[in-house]
């Protein structure tokens, strides 16, 4: 049994600090922007008794303003932009008053030397909802007015405030301490979490969960297959580009699992899904830095810290979904992302998402891209409608066929035989011209580690410039064992006979 616990206040109170500094990761988008975080984010934290709880942070409340008002430094040319926008926060609002209702506790949020009219709308407003709340004033970093502070505090009608401070730590211990009283108060109530547990019914904890992350350009349906696979809508979704900035996080559970597992007993798999901002190319990105418009400025300046922990979560991640948009086809900056994908050894899925908006046949859609673009080849390729819900059931299976094949153990005696036949079907590239020069041999191969698989060739004399045999032998060897979908990989050590 977990309770879950969010951090709410206004924007720009540290919210995102507070969260990052208690759980100890930079796992929430930090800015002096304000409205920077927009979805749920999610993560457990373990208290001084042993017990966990799912700490929450939340967006940022706004008023209700007039466009004009929300966006005071836009341009007279930005007015759609504007409009779009609005809507967006308005989404953003919405969303924001729905999640709270099925949070157990609310950790209001004030920053200590901007106490508003906001806050107190915001206080009367969160009281109705009846939750056991715990008030943190937070950015307590220097000395302050205890005086005009202690004025403040009343005039909220707190009794008993937290100080803390994310930048120096300081509270923290505290706000701890308060958490789990409150936490232990509720359980002697035996009131049971609004939200189910992620881990209960044998799902695995958020760390035993293999990652999956969701990457691509934006607005290629990313967000919209998240929601699909976790059965909720976690994530926000609008046709503006680079509504995702954090990398949202999710345990789901793959069904069928065993069909795949060789014998294993598991009867499911869970998995870490990861929902990414979306990746531009550098140089749009660097080129809306240094526009004149505040707003398209601000949003660039976001989305680099976006993309720098989408490009992270796809270092961690055992498995990745690369999601093209099939009615907009494959670009270079998607070539892009599949050449990162491989070159971080995560297992590549390339997914073509709003596939119902295509007039075409698959067989036929598949076979004009592939002859585009051979790299396609490499890498399995699915077609998804989240629309339609289509193609969802053959992508969770294709996902968990990956994970298994990482997992692949191949016998010493199977490997060197394999070896034996690559080298007498094609030769090393290294002929003896000069007597003092050395053959190329390879003695014998052997697996050192899985996930994925990693190779070691002991030889006679390392090769010069030997990507070429390299590659041929890596290819040879996955589809000789059947890891074709695997980025199995292969390491030279000299060795004498």
């Known amino acids: 049994m977990m309770y879950s616990v969010a951090f709410v206040g206004k924007v720009n109170v540290g919210k995102s600090s507070l969260f990052n500094s208690l759980c100890r990761k930079q796992k929430a988008l930090v800015s002096s922007i304000p409205g920077v975080t927009r979805d749920i984010l999610k993560t457990t934290l373990r208290l001084k008794n042993g017990e966990e709880v799912r700490l ?9 303003l007039q466009e004009n008002e929300l966006f005071p430094n836009s341009l007279p040319t930005e007015k759609n932009l504007i409009r779009e926008r609005a809507k967006l926060e308005a989404n953003v609002a919405s969303k924001l008053d729905h999640d709270i209702k099925s949070i157990d506790i609310l950790m209001v949020t004030f920053d200590i030397s901007d106490i508003t009219a906001q806050d107190h709308i915001l206080l009367r ?18 000395v302050f007015d205890e005086a005009m502070v202690s004025n403040e505090v009343k005039s909220l009608g707190i009794e008993y405030p937290i100080f803390t401070s994310a930048l120096r730590g300081f509270g923290l211990s505290l706000l701890l301490d308060k958490l789990q009283e409150v936490s232990e108060r509720i359980k002697e109530k035996k009131s049971p979490p609004k939200i189910s547990d992620e881990t209960e019914d044998g799902a695995g904890s958020m760390q035993e969960a293999e990652a999956v992350c969701l990457i691509g350009r934006p607005n290629a349906g ?21 509504t995702t900035r954090d990398a949202l996080e999710s345990i789901i559970k793959v069904p069928n699992f065993s069909a795949f597992n060789r014998g294993s007993s598991h009867a499911a798999l869970p998995l870490k899904l990861i929902d990414t901002a979306g990746l531009r190319r550098r140089a749009a990105t660097l080129h809306s830095v240094k526009k004149r418009s505040t707003l398209l400025r601000e949003d660039a300046e976001i989305e680099i810290l976006s993309v720098k ?3 992270m979560a796809l270092r961690h991640s055992m498995v990745s979904l690369l999601l093209i948009d099939a009615s907009e086809g494959i670009r270079d900056q998607d070539k892009k992302i599949m050449q990162r994908a491989v070159d971080e050894r995560s297992s590549l899925i390339v ?11 698959w067989k036929e859609y598949l076979k004009e ?8 080849e490499k890498f399995l390729t699915l077609k998804i409608s989240t629309r339609k819900n289509t193609g969802i059931k053959a992508l969770l299976k294709a996902v968990s066929k990956a994970l298994v094949l ?7 005696v199977e490997l060197n035989k394999a070896l034996k036949l690559a080298l007498e ?3 090393p590239p290294v002929l003896v011209r000069q007597a003092h020069r050395k053959v190329f041999q390879v003695y014998y191969g052997v697996q050192i580690r899985k996930n994925p698989p990693l190779i070691k060739l002991f030889v006679n004399k390392k090769l010069k410039n030997s990507h070429i045999y390299n590659t041929y032998l890596t290819r040879f060897l996955k589809k000789y064992f059947d890891l074709n979908q695997v980025p199995l990989r292969l390491i030279f050590e000299e060795k004498q006979k």
């Open 309 to 311: 922990r989408a490009l």
């Open 425 to 427: 079907t094609h030769a």
């Open 222 to 242: 990313k967000s919209s297959l998240f929601n699909a696979l976790c059965k909720e809508q976690i994530a926000l979704v609008s046709k503006i580009p680079g």
């Open 369 to 376: 891209k592939q002859f585009g673009l051979p790299l396609l």
């Open 125 to 142: 407003k969160l009281r109705k909802l009846g939750k056991p709340m715990i008030p943190v004033f937070n950015k307590a970093d220097s």
């Open 351 to 361: 997914v073509f998402s709003k596939f119902d908006l295509v007039d075409i046949r």
């Open 56 to 64: 929450i942070d939340t967006a940022g409340f706004r008023p209700s």
């Open 406 to 412: 990482r997992q692949s153990e191949i016998s010493t």
